[in-house]
């Protein structure tokens, strides 16, 4: 079977972000990137898979994106993954846009099981899998905590408002991992050294209309120093009175 991992190359959310000077992207410099930490389960999700399965089976990861990316690709190579591909496009890409080249990738690989992270910690937009699985006409499961395949049919349980939902459906179909469905393993040495010789292969990323555009990045204004109202009782009924009319928050 062929499996594929789609990963994001994104900032590391310990890094302090600061605006470029175009005042629509990051400035990079002293940025620290790594992938995205929810597509190392789905990294790992492809590999139990691929383990389970036997034979033939190859693993591939994908990335929409420059050549930064290929560091995120060879951290998938390292844990185990067998080709990498990179969709090369310097042009930022929304979601519709990234979606509509690695649906056209897929298709072109043939691959019937299809990982994603639940999200990417850059724009946490959340769609990126769904909108590749209508564009390929796969079935689609969301917030995934466990995973079980048997044959063509997939069971999945999945993660909802309150509680959790079990749902059946079959190949072809695309998950979207969340932090729980599995543990992903570290890279061993010999997984590293053997993933720096292992070649990238770089396509031009499909053609694809962007349907939202970045106007202007803002960080968020500075939290107003906090205030103490007393030190006993005696200050709860002016605590209430600004939680209710300053902060507006009772």
Same mark, same amino acid.
Do not use: W
């Given at each position: 079977?062929?499996?594929?991992?789609?990963?994001?190359?994104?900032?590391?959310?310990?890094?302090?972000?600061?605006?470029?000077?175009?005042?629509?992207?990051?400035?990079?410099?002293?940025?620290?990137?790594?992938?995205?930490?929810?597509?190392?389960?789905?990294?790992?999700?492809?590999?139990?898979?691929?383990?389970?399965?036997?034979?033939?089976?190859?693993?591939?990861?994908?990335?929409?994106?420059?050549?930064?990316?290929?560091?995120?690709?060879?951290?998938?190579?390292?844990?185990?993954?067998?080709?990498?591909?990179?969709?090369?496009?310097?042009?930022?890409?929304?979601?519709?846009?990234?979606?509509?080249?690695?649906?056209?990738?897929?298709?072109?690989?043939?691959?019937?099981?299809?990982?994603?992270?639940?999200?990417?910690?850059?724009?946490?937009?959340?769609?990126?899998?769904?909108?590749?699985?209508?564009?390929?006409?796969?079935?689609?499961?969301?917030?995934?905590?466990?995973?079980?395949?048997?044959?063509?049919?997939?069971?999945?349980?999945?993660?909802?408002?309150?509680?959790?939902?079990?749902?059946?459906?079959?190949?072809?179909?695309?998950?979207?991992?969340?932090?729980?469905?599995?543990?992903?393993?570290?890279?061993?040495?010999?997984?590293?050294?053997?993933?720096?010789?292992?070649?990238?292969?770089?396509?031009?990323?499909?053609?694809?209309?962007?349907?939202?555009?970045?106007?202007?990045?803002?960080?968020?204004?500075?939290?107003?120093?906090?205030? /103490? /109202?007393?030190?006993?009782?005696?200050?709860?009924?002016?605590?209430?009175?600004?939680?209710?009319?300053?902060?507006?928050?009772?």
């Amino acid at each position: 079977m062929k499996i594929a991992v789609c990963v994001s190359h994104v900032p590391d959310t310990a890094t302090r972000v600061k605006i470029g000077a175009d005042r629509k992207s990051i400035d990079p410099n002293g940025v620290t990137f790594i992938i995205n930490p929810y597509d190392e389960y789905a990294v790992e999700e492809a590999l139990k898979t691929k383990e389970k399965l036997g034979g033939d089976s190859l693993v591939y990861v994908i990335s929409v994106g420059t050549d930064a990316n290929k560091e995120t690709l060879r951290k998938a190579l390292a844990m185990g993954a067998d080709e990498a591909i990179l969709l090369k496009d310097d042009n930022p890409r929304d979601s519709f846009g990234i979606a509509g080249a690695l649906a056209d990738e897929i298709k072109s690989l043939g691959c019937e099981l299809v990982f994603f992270g639940k999200q990417s910690v850059d724009y946490d937009d959340s769609i990126v899998g769904q909108i590749t699985a209508e564009m390929l006409n796969y079935n689609c499961v969301h917030i995934v905590v466990d995973f079980k395949l048997d044959g063509n049919k997939i069971t999945a349980e999945r993660e909802i408002e309150g509680g959790r939902e079990v749902i059946e459906t079959e190949l072809p179909a695309i998950i979207t991992a969340q932090k729980g469905l599995n543990e992903p393993r570290y890279a061993s040495l010999k997984g590293i050294m053997a993933a720096k010789k292992k070649v990238i292969t770089e396509k031009p990323a499909a053609a694809s209309t962007n349907f939202s555009e970045v106007i202007e990045m803002n960080l968020p204004a500075p939290k107003k120093p906090g205030r /103490i /109202i007393g030190t006993d009782s005696s200050a709860v009924p002016e605590l209430v009175k600004l939680l209710r009319e300053e902060a507006k928050v009772i």
